[in-house]
């Protein structure tokens, strides 16, 4: 049985679960075990004793704990993208890619430890001095999703850390295999007992036991919309408040024009639709195209299409991975009759496909002749799922995209500057892409949305201390000179 790490030490539990290959259900990937509400307690003890220390260690220490972290998870790339892909079921080159880039955020954090900001300002008094610090927050505890099992740990972890943290990790029910391989490697960079714990397990035992503790002084989320909003409520209710931030769904539209290379957004919407089987939040699932190119635009998606393998997640050559369950799967399925019975039409794909081993494959779906207001255009289904909506001209094209409860990626595909000018100043989305997928982010920038999407600060670069410090202004007065 794989163990939780808590004050240091690998801790058996009475539970454990297997963990399942989607692309292949009789491997098991391992039995892991799942932490008690007693266990959690224990994990927030061992942190909340660990802060004071850790939160006075020095820039240095910590800078070479998240080197040594970062450099671990570099060296072992193909290993550990080959046991995401194996349980999470993204393909081989995205299970790495996803690695690579979590060492590359572990990396640029270890700078940031050096570079933690602060200010010195006159005051409007005289001989009175004012410094703005940022001090950490506490015990912050990381609830994360399965869709990215690495990065997305990684983008919490790695800036909690490099601003004094001390943490309570919960990773996803799904993926308790990287985490546990994450963690290995955390326990292996110098970190003090306490520093850093993991507590796998169910979000109603676990999750809520992390939500109920007054130790625990904020709360990173990502996942879906309504455990989103349960966190939230959780944390503005406690007593003291907890501070919170959440990353949640999408329905990311991609607008394409009449003056759109076709070629370029025929890969873009490949490419952020299907890859990672769609289960990307900043995955596009509406794609908003101009009357003069939406026929030839559905037709050479479909012609696209039909060169797409899906299959095993780790076999070369697979374009598409599994759906990650079988939970997932008929969500996927339910959606795709939801679309037909609401009228839009199937242009390709949609069925489920029979494989060497057992796994949850399924060839991705496009609707056509889709209204803006129908279900499956309004509603995160979280797989590969597209839609296509016509639309008159620009002006309109932009009005659908912004029609959504959500505001998380938004793309389009133009060879004119005016419009894409025009789009970047008016799509509400918190990234914008300009001839390019709507997912595939750069790990040293700001990451997060608007609307329904996320709630306070952003993850991921400089913009990541806002949440993992708080703000202290001190006022010395040195006597009148
Ligand atoms: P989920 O909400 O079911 O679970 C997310 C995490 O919350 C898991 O670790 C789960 O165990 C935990 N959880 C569940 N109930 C809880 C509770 N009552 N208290 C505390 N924790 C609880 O989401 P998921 O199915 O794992 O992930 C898919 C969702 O994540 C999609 O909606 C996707 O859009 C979203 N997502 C968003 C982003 C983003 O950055 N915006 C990135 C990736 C995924």
């Given at each position: 049985m794989t163990l939780n790490y808590i004050a240091g030490e690998w801790l058996a539990a009475s539970n454990a679960v297997p963990n399942v290959n989607p692309s292949n259900t009789s491997d098991v990937v391992g039995e892991f075990a799942q932490a008690s509400a007693a266990d959690v307690e224990r994990a927030i003890d061992a942190a909340f004793d660990a802060f004071r220390a850790w939160s006075h260690s020095t820039i240095q220490t910590r800078h070479d704990c998240l080197n040594a972290i970062a450099a671990e998870i570099l060296s072992r790339k193909e290993e550990l993208g080959r046991l995401l892909s194996r349980e999470e079921g993204k393909t081989l080159p995205e299970g790495i890619g996803e690695v690579t880039r979590a060492g590359q955020i572990f990396q640029f954090f270890a700078g940031e430890c050096l570079r933690l900001p602060g200010e010195?300002?006159?005051s409007v008094r005289a001989g009175v001095d004012v410094e703005i610090t940022r001090e950490p927050v506490g015990v912050v505890g990381l609830i994360t999703p399965w869709n990215f099992p690495v990065a997305i740990p990684a983008w919490k972890i790695a800036p909690a850390l490099a601003c004094g943290n001390t943490v309570v990790f919960k990773p996803a029910e799904l993926v308790p295999g990287s985490a546990h391989a994450l963690t290995e490697i955390i326990s292996r960079a110098g970190i003090p007992p306490g520093v850093f714990n993991l507590v796998m397990g169910r979000g109603s035992v676990v999750g809520e036991a992390m939500l109920k503790n007054i130790k625990i002084a904020a709360i990173s989320f990502t996942g879906s919309t309504s455990t989103g909003e349960h966190i939230a409520q959780s944390c503005t209710t406690a007593?003291?408040?907890?501070?919170?931030?959440?990353?949640?769904?999408?329905?990311?539209p991609m607008v394409v024009l009449d003056?759109?290379?076709?070629?370029?957004a025929i890969e873009c919407a490949v490419n952020s639709a299907f890859f990672s089987t769609g289960q990307r939040c900043t995955a596009s699932s509406r794609f908003i195209v101009t009357d003069g190119v939406h026929d030839d635009f559905v037709a050479a998606m479909a012609e696209r299409m039909k060169s797409l393998v899906v299959d095993d997640a780790c076999r070369a050559g697979t374009h598409i991975g599994p759906v990650v369950d079988q939970r997932q799967l008929?969500?996927?399925?339910?959606?795709?009759r939801l679309g037909q019975d609401e009228g839009a039409k199937l242009v390709a794909g949609g069925e489920l496909l029979s494989r060497d081993m057992p796994g949850f494959y399924l060839f991705p779906a496009l609707f056509?002749?889709?209204d803006n207001r129908m279900r499956i255009a309004r509603e995160e289904i979280f797989g590969p799922v597209a839609t296509v909506i016509r639309a008159r001209n620009y002006e309109n094209a932009l009005e659908i995209a912004n029609d959504t409860p959500f505001g998380l990626s938004s793309g389009i595909c133009t060879s004119s500057l005016k419009y894409a000018s025009h789009f970047k100043r008016n799509a509400q989305a918190g990234m914008i892409m300009v001839n390019l997928p709507t997912a595939g982010v750069d790990y040293h920038v700001p990451f997060g949305g608007r609307k329904g999407s996320s709630y306070g600060p952003r993850e991921q670069g400089r913009y990541a201390a806002e949440f993992y410090t708080t703000v202290k202004t001190s006022y010395s007065f040195g006597g009148n000179i």
């Open positions: 010195k300002l006159p007593h003291p408040m907890k501070k919170v931030q959440l990353e949640m769904g999408g329905k990311n003056d759109a290379d076709l070629n370029v008929d969500q996927d399925l339910s959606y795709i056509a002749e889709v």
